[in-house]
């Protein structure tokens, strides 16, 4: 088992920059795939990147060049760089961890954190 907290939200401007970290707990951190999934208002909960136990990273096109995923087996953390931010990212980010081979379904994911709130301004 896997415990996830997120951290790095806030509030910032269209076009700003914010970084996102997700600390785990437990000793067997490398073994999971990891992602980050978002859930604005009304909507459903969105994938937003993965990084696999390889090192592989897979995007949605909405992201795909904006956002990058990556992670630090010896911290136990993974992060997620956001640049060019717009008012459409804003959402609840969540990280989560599965040991499935399917990277981008939410169900798929056995491990959420609680949650870190970004808002974009325009």
């Known amino acids: 088992q896997v415990q996830l907290v997120e951290s790095g939200g806030g509030l910032v401007q269209a076009g700003d920059s914010l970084r996102l970290s997700c600390t785990a707990s437990g000793r067997t951190f490398s073994s999971y795939g990891m992602a980050w999934f978002r859930q604005a208002p009304g909507k459903e909960r969105e994938f937003v990147a993965t990084i696999r136990r390889s090192g592989n990273t897979y995007y949605p096109d909405s992201v795909k060049g904006r956002f990058t995923i990556s992670r630090d087996n010896a911290k136990n953390t993974m992060y997620l760089q956001m640049n060019s931010l717009k008012p459409e990212d804003t959402a609840v980010y969540y990280c989560?961890?599965?040991?499935?081979?399917?990277?981008?379904?939410?169900?798929?994911?056995?491990?959420w954190g609680q949650g870190t709130q970004v808002t974009v301004s325009s």
């Open positions: 989560a961890a599965t040991q499935s081979v399917s990277y981008n379904r939410a169900y798929d994911y056995a491990y």
